[in-house]
């Protein structure tokens, strides 16, 4: 029994480009000899849909396209994600479901359990969930089907505790095969948790366990792809490529050798990036990014995803040195455009600098030098890069990291502007080992950009660690705070650092609350990023005052 | 049985404060002469809590401020609104719960049953249900105890369905009192709703119905108080003041006439701007604000709405012409300053606008006037504001409305700059209408400003008309699309409008998107506000390609 596993990239609400894309996957299983043919979790809308769930038409256009499916399926079993109204009277007025389709004929539904809602998924604010488990007959084989969720209730995750496990009840249906359609966004090093989760849900139930995923970035969330089976016993025994289109083809009865990746976190995340930016522009019919250059480790880095995501001749940099900017940063800006085949351009900002100061200073006067004049710099050159885009077409990509963003050391309307900011959810620690694995086998970034202390340059002999401790201590009350949710005492003991120091730094996340409101949108990368799926209201009394 | 109903203003996180504020009321209550005093929902965290609810130490403070209230409760028979954790193995951690004490004794908890996940509202994000309705014996009576949405399951609002009616359960325990504890945020014209639904409640359990409701802004949720005494045939028959803290006595068995506030829907929404202002400066520890006036409608009804929030003392406003501002639009903005009685500064950013066109003019050679251009002159504007706000200690209002933010007719980082955006959910059919209401005894808001055609003077003889269709068209898709989630055809029949022109509205509210995402926090106060409660992907394939 020959299966097709279709890691396919859909697009958001692109119902019909979506569609076509699943009829061609249809045809080609057929061409391969395949009998089942799985497609990931709303594979028809794209996950996640969001609001536009709430139109009626929507609804209405997927069952539509559901029927060109069913239509395109002779000879086929196929498994695909879809959006169906519940037609009951009480209840949310959705499931998240999988049809089950064979030979031109609808066979049913299997709507999902477990609707996540925790982290960046709502999936209660759409769906009811359903208590009926089934499996479906196929050539005498039981097969069950689960959606995405549906088998992570027992991950030990505090956060997303049910009250059921599906994987229990499908247990008591006996059966011979479990498909599993899933959009399972990445984070940094999730792939070993997802392997453990669901190899535990083929040795209970002792039966293969195949796994479609979705592929691709919608928005700020990345889906790796990675779709996998598992044998009885719970042993990985296939995997599609991450991070692009892929598919592979199963016979569970008597499977073949089959690629297995090895897991590398850096790679992964590096390939996360790229894959953020290169679906964001894509998908918008965009091409062009511009990226203001610092001589920096972060807008480094943001030029070598730009260049691997859209190709360097569709990226432009821009250098703009005031009064405190170093030689060596421009050097360096210099050195990192010619190592990628990058345009740069200079665009000296002193001048306009001055006039902001003069304009000023009658407002000002007797008041002295301070953060104000440093967002003045970071404001002009977000309007510079801003004209830019408007003219001439090109998107900002914004460079700060998510250790800045923590800190609120950054500029609202300065060096926050832009389209999509590639670093938000990459702390500094993971920003300096993702330079070091980009120089793996030869220099791209250069080690003076490396190995300099870093600083925003807005005022004479500045430094981030002026009013920053080191980076790598940020960086654990990043983790303990926003990430694992600890509370002060917590981090200080568990990271044996200073009580003072901590309260500071989580007091300057709340207050940084503001400015991130106003980021752009960030891809997530992270187990909690701070562009999705985290809710803290700016004004609260609960840390620093 | 004296009740006393006390309407209290919490600001969230802030547990030991709410705590106090608490104490006080029943103090205040006992001098009174009550028996029962009734707080609203979420009480000591303030609603809503968000993400805070993460935070294991925060649950663990909310329980020993509870035990704070409790030793302060001699005598009283207390219902307040807390969060306590769900002691069960499965399900969601928490529970939003009442405390029921009586003389310092902990009677038990009632938890909410039905919890919102819509619109502005995630409860299921960090709630479990609680199934058992129970009613708490005191001086013979039944009390039965409900939690806000638990009574709004019959209102007939598709987006939340609910597969259960706990006032049915309710019913069955012949209750001889419903408390309604709450926390149920503002919009404009909902409290005719609000009203017909509790009263329907009292006449199905034929008891009297007293819901005590939160008042106070809590980032952008302005909730309005308007707590409600019903008798058993569903009358109101007592209610608290709108947008203020307050408090009501009222015995259910013999009950007094108290005040009944008459409904004027304008004067409400103006208080709900007001407070939203009042409140976000307030618990922010802020109390100056400036305003970039343009010579506009929006702004000059953004200089009102600030100069009674804040008083006009601690108002500044800014005027700050370019070469296609109009003579007329500076007096404008000099009389309704002086109206007012608020300090304005001129600051003509000419100069500084041609310094980036001669900047951006070898880069921009032989391309023509065009949006850039008008962008950079807002983008001055607001990096003015913004090192005023940094230098000074401002916190920038801005002034964009609804209609604008629905069709991106605002530039980003240039008049979208700001801590709050006051008008962000004020469609421009309701902010000429509330600069009527603001004229109603006297002229504060000159005529010349409320009869002019809208124009943002960016570029010679511009007007808001030139690029999109009059506002009363633009307000009708808005509120077709928006806030009805109606399709475009659904737009067409219900307005009798033009096809192309509601698909391109339509296509300009899903292009504004990643403006809309990077734009300030906004006062709530329709049933569909951009900046929260409405979850769009900017990437998406259904409308518009």
């Known amino acids: 029994m020959l299966i097709y596993i279709a890691q396919l990239n859909p697009k958001v609400g692109a119902l019909s480009h979506n569609t076509e894309k699943i009829i061609h996957a249809l045809n080609r299983a057929r061409l391969e000899k395949a009998e089942i043919v799985i497609f990931p979790e709303s594979a028809i809308s794209g996950y996640p849909p969001e609001d536009l769930l709430l139109y009626n038409n929507f609804i209405d256009q997927m069952e539509k396209e559901l029927e060109k499916i069913?239509?395109?399926?002779?000879?086929?079993?196929?498994?695909?994600?879809?959006?169906?109204?519940?037609?009951?009277?009480?209840?949310?007025?959705?499931?998240?479901?999988?049809?089950?389709?064979?030979d031109k004929k609808l066979l049913g539904y299997k709507d999902k359990t477990l609707l996540p809602t925790y982290d960046v998924f709502v999936e209660k604010r759409y769906f009811e969930s359903s208590h009926i488990q089934k499996v479906f007959e196929y050539k005498g084989k039981k097969i069950a089907i689960a959606i995405c969720e549906d088998v992570w209730a027992n991950s030990d995750d505090e956060l997303k505790k049910y009250k059921q496990d599906p994987v229990e009840d499908i247990k008591k249906l006996n059966p011979d095969l479990l498909i599993n359609i899933s959009a399972s966004p990445y984070y940094y090093q999730k792939k070993d948790l997802r392997i453990k989760v669901l190899s535990k849900v083929a040795k209970t139930l002792r039966c293969p366990h195949i796994m479609c995923n979705q592929v691709g970035a919608n928005d700020q969330l990345v889906f790796d792809g990675h779709s996998m089976c598992f044998d009885k016993e719970g042993v990985l025994i296939a995997e599609a490529k991450g991070f692009v289109e892929?598919?592979?083809?199963?016979?569970?009865?008597?499977?073949?050798?089959?690629?297995?990746?090895?897991?590398?976190?850096?790679?992964?995340?590096?390939?996360?990036?790229?894959?953020?930016?290169?679906?964001?522009?894509?998908?918008?019919n965009l091409s062009k990014a511009c990226i203001g250059l610092s001589?920096?480790?972060?807008?480094?880095?943001?030029?070598?995803?730009?260049?691997?995501?859209?190709?360097?001749?569709?990226?432009?940099?821009?250098?703009m040195p005031s009064r405190y900017s170093s030689l060596s940063s421009f050097e360096d800006s210099n050195k990192i455009a010619a190592n990628l085949r990058v345009e740069m351009l200079d665009i000296p900002i002193d001048h306009m600098y001055q006039q902001y100061l003069d304009l000023l200073s009658p407002l000002f006067a007797g008041k002295s030098f301070d953060t104000t004049e440093e967002n003045l710099q970071a404001r002009i050159r977000g309007m510079i890069l801003m004209a830019i885009s408007n003219k001439l077409d090109y998107i900002v990509l914004s460079t700060g990291n998510k250790s800045e963003m923590a800190m609120g050391y950054v500029t609202l309307y300065g060096d926050m502007c832009g389209g999509l900011g590639v670093l938000t959810d990459v702390s500094k620690t993971l920003v300096y080992a993702l330079a070091k694995w980009i120089n793996r086998k030869k220099e791209i970034i250069p080690q003076s950009i490396i190995k300099k202390a870093p600083s925003a340059e807005l005022k004479a002999d500045q430094k981030d660690q002026?009013?920053?401790?080191?980076?790598?201590?940020v960086d654990k009350v990043l983790e303990g705070y926003v990430e694992d949710h600890l509370s002060i005492e917590e981090i200080v003991k568990k990271y044996n650092l200073d009580i003072t120091l901590v309260t500071e730094l989580v007091e300057r996340i709340h207050r940084a609350e503001y400015k991130r409101r106003q980021g752009p949108p960030g891809i997530r990368v992270s187990k909690k990023a701070f562009t999705k799926g985290r809710y803290f209201p700016i004004v609260q009394g609960w840390i620093s005052e």
Do not use: M, W
């Open 295 to 319: 001589g920096g480790i972060d807008s480094a880095l943001v030029l070598c995803i730009a260049a691997d995501a859209l190709g360097p001749h569709n990226v432009f940099a821009l250098n």
């Open 246 to 284: 892929d598919h592979f083809l199963i016979d569970i009865e008597k499977p073949n050798p089959q690629s297995i990746f090895k897991t590398d976190p850096l790679s992964e995340l590096y390939s996360a990036l790229v894959l953020g930016v290169k679906d964001y522009f894509r998908k918008l």
């Open 466 to 473: 002026d009013v920053l401790p080191e980076y790598s201590i």
């Open 70 to 102: 069913i239509e395109a399926s002779q000879n086929l079993f196929v498994v695909v994600g879809t959006i169906r109204r519940n037609t009951e009277i009480r209840g949310k007025p959705l499931f998240n479901s999988a049809a089950v389709i064979y």
